[in-house]
């Protein structure tokens, strides 16, 4: 299994920046993708952006240009810089992480962190 720690949620001004990051630990040998999501109550959790082992990047058109998601694959680190947030953004931010775990067959393993609040006021 693979567990997620995630921090730097908050609350923020419209046009701030926060910057999350998201931990993983467990028997990892390598990192297919980690990646955030985001939801807020009474929606479907959505798609925020996601980064490969290979560094390719994805990103969700409503945050193109204002977040920036990287990996530190070394530390099993994952951070997504925020900024020009808007009251939009306004969510229960989630990090996933799809790993390959050297204890099990087949090693690939997906797991999600419990979630951190992003609060944005106009």
């Known amino acids: 299994q693979v567990q997620l720690v995630e921090s730097g949620g908050g609350s923020v001004e419209a046009g701030g920046s926060l910057r999350l990051s998201c931990v993983a630990s467990?028997?990892?040998?390598?990192?297919?993708?980690m990646g955030w999501y985001r939801q807020v109550p009474g929606k479907q959790r959505e798609l925020v952006a996601t980064?490969?082992?290979?560094?390719?990047?994805n990103y969700a058109e409503a945050v193109q240009c204002r977040f920036t998601i990287s990996l530190d694959d070394a530390a099993n680190t994952v951070y997504l810089q925020m900024n020009a947030l808007k009251p939009d953004d306004t969510a229960v931010y989630y990090c996933?992480?799809?790993?390959?775990?050297?204890?099990?067959?087949?090693?690939?393993?997906?797991?999600w962190g419990q979630g951190t609040l992003v609060t944005v006021s106009s």
């Open positions: 980064i490969t082992g290979r560094q390719e990047t």
């Open positions: 996933n992480a799809d790993i390959n775990d050297i204890t099990r067959r087949p090693p690939r393993v997906e797991g």
């Open positions: 467990g028997h990892i040998i390598s990192i297919n993708s």
